[in-house]
């Protein structure tokens, strides 16, 4: 089977799973709509978060061990920034700057930031589609005891340590899909669409938010496979389990079949976390056991694999 795939991506697990897909289907076969809530203004630059894990894991790029911005990453900037008074509690790598500069100043010129994003991939050698979620700003807010925080501030500068009571998107209603990602919604050859290992609440449900996606993708009679990002009962990264308990939810694969009920018909779960299976079945989901943890581009590839076979497509 062949035809067009559309897969959803939060941040650093879902961009690994991204890279993999980038890794098994040609160019013209897959689109990667990207999550663009955690973006935000800082010292005048437009950091977009999620697009960068992604870009720089499909140009090889990423720093693995941080998990976030870039390999070989120099930090000199920062330095002098420190000097010079300006806030120091998110770091911006030398040549990660680099990428917010380009992407910033042509914004301001007025280029969209679909443009700037496929402006930014050619010129890293990446040929497959990375598009941002929407082209107009969202961005996801977290409730806690000191008000709404924006998404950057609650993670990185507080990280994640305020109980989250609620979360939004400001910008939605309102924000339309991007073209890429309305494209891919429409194509007649969309085979089948496949949601990352992210963050449920954080990074894929502001992608939900944006104005029709929710209802398209419901609508959509193609198979809708997820990669739970829980292994073991835990988040392999980032704060999914404290969230998960803080809004009253189990942490479990149930709690992330449950949020997606309507959307996903098949969820694919760590081995660990086999004694689930069937709990998922009794949903009404298919649910496939897997080693879902991608340490290296083999694992990347095989999970992007298995998902586009849960998909029933073939890769060959
Ligand atoms: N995460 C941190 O925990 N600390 C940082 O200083 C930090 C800087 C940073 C710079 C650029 C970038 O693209 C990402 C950065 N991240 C940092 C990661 C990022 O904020 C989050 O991991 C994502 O938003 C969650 O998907």
């Known amino acids: 089977m062949s035809g067009h795939v559309l897969a959803l991506s939060g941040g650093v697990g879902g961009a690994k799973l991204a890279a993999g897909l980038a890794a098994v ?6 689109t990667i709509a990207v999550n663009t809530g955690d973006d935000f203004e800082h010292l005048g630059l437009t950091v977009c978060p999620d697009i960068d894990s992604v870009v720089y894991a499909l140009a090889g790029l990423n720093d693995t061990v941080r998990g976030w911005g870039v390999v070989d ?9 420190g000097r010079l008074g300006e806030a120091q509690w998110f770091n911006l790598g030398d040549r990660d700057l680099a990428m917010h500069v380009a992407r910033s100043w042509r914004l301001r010129a007025g280029e969209s930031l679909s443009d700037v994003t496929a402006r930014l991939t050619g010129a890293l050698g990446i040929a497959h589609r990375v598009v941002p979620m929407s082209d107009a700003p969202v961005r996801t807010q977290v409730e806690t005891a000191e008000g709404w925080l924006d998404f950057q501030h609650y993670f990185v500068r ?15 209603p309102g924000a339309a899909p991007s073209p890429g990602l309305a494209e891919a919604l429409a194509r007649p050859d ?7 290992p992210s963050n449920p609440f954080l990074s894929v449900d502001p992608i939900l938010s944006v104005d029709g996606v929710r209802e398209q ?3 959509l009679r193609v198979p809708f496979v997820a990669v739970s990002p829980l292994v073991g009962g835990k988040a392999i990264k980032g704060p999914l389990a404290k969230l998960l308990g803080e809004l009253g939810r189990t942490c479990d694969n149930r709690a992330i079949a449950t949020h997606y009920t ?19 079945r009794a949903m009404g989901l298919c649910a496939t056991i897997t080693g879902t943890v991608m340490c290296d581009a083999e694992d990347r590839e095989r999970l992007a694999r298995v998902a586009l076979s849960a998909a029933r497509y073939g890769t060959g």
Request: aromatic residues 4%; proline residues 5%.
């Open 158 to 172: 507080e990280q994640c340590r305020p109980v989250a009571r609620a979360i939004r998107f400001a910008g939605t």
């Open 190 to 196: 969309l085979a089948a669409v496949v949601l990352c």
């Open 262 to 280: 309507g959307q996903v018909d098949h969820l694919i779960i760590d081995e660990s976390d086999r004694a689930e299976a069937e709990g998922l």
């Open 73 to 81: 990453e120099s930090w000199r900037a920062m330095e002098m920034l």
């Open 25 to 30: 289907l040609p160019p013209g076969q897959l």
């Open 217 to 219: 993708l419901a609508a």
